[in-house]
């Protein structure tokens, strides 16, 4: 059993799907001295963080940011455009959706959440038709807005937003759309003015490489016009005195300055890159992980290989085996973080997150770890993960 200050050598593998591992980069910035978050030098970071955060969510519209976990920012985005009692369309994509709709019933909402059966949505991305004929049913417009996951971190399934704004559209339905892409920006192409979103949810600690504490709210002028009409009670999370003071790069209570520092680095590395750069990396990295999995002869969670999640792989574990248990033997044999299972899939699959600042040999030391543990836990494998994410990395270099 390791106590705190019997740190074990080497550096310990966080491959969870969030928080992810964070760049020394990152960590030196958010070590500078801390400033006032008045003063002439904040307004500069202030307005750049802002900006950069705009060219990540690909939008031209305002992006607030709080100092809160993804948690809060999906509060945000339901108390500034929604009243008391309003009607709601969410989506069962797995763990991530089924929070979500407990928060917006906590709010007073009155929520439908639709998807497939049982388990079988937890294996697929959002089913736009299934959207499309709940608002084509609804001619009196009662649905206020529609709620999905971009990526569904619990079982590693990406969903079609595109898809998702055209089933609304061609719905001839008003509803807003509000997407969850807290583990997806900065890792899955995610473009919130061509889609069509109202307003994207998105946090710090998963692509974005820094550590948990601050979130975001990307808007659009629709949102932002429901929310001089929306009722349900707020002020910590109220857009209106953000969008004035983020105007001038200040806000209107004390932002998460030195995380302010780390964002503005981690902005740096991604743009510095190119956002197709880092879409196409972790692409390319899932695929090196899915074909280490197949060949253990494991089942991911995700059964559409059209929406296989960028970020995340999550592997079924055989009948018999606690995905927890074998978790527990990784993280205690080779100190390496594993996903757990969550909600319905809890002790049937692991996660391995390959997000944020990552590269081959981490990922491939990873499914080392995930070998060597299925074998200890009495797994016949008919083959190496490891020697096929090899090959399959050494056979296709990174785009450059
Ligand atoms: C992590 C995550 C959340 C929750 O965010 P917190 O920062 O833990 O509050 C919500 N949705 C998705 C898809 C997530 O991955």
Redesign the pocket.
Known sequence: MLSLNQHPTGRHFLQIP?PSPVPERVLRAISLPTIDHRGPEFGVLGRKVLADMQTIFQTRHPVIIYPA???GA?EAALVNTLSPGDHVLMYETGH?AS?WNKLALRLQLQTEFIGLPGIEGWRRGVQADLIAERLRADTGHRIRAVCV?H???STGVTSDIAAVRRAIDDAGHPALLLV?S??GLACADYRHDEWGVDVTIS?S??GLMLP?GI?FNALSPKAIAASAHALLPKAFWAWDDMIEMNQTGYFPYTPSTNLLYGLSEACDMVLGQGLAQVFARHQRWAQGVRTGVRAWGLETQCQDPAVHSPVLTGVMTPAGLDADVLRKLIHSRFDCSLGTGLGKVKGQMFRIGHLGDSNDLTLIATLAACEMGLKLSGVALPGSGVQAAMDYFADHPAPV
């Open positions: 969030g976990s993804g948690t999906w991530f929070l996951v990526n569904e971190t969850d807290i583990s946090g600690q998963k948990p979130s």
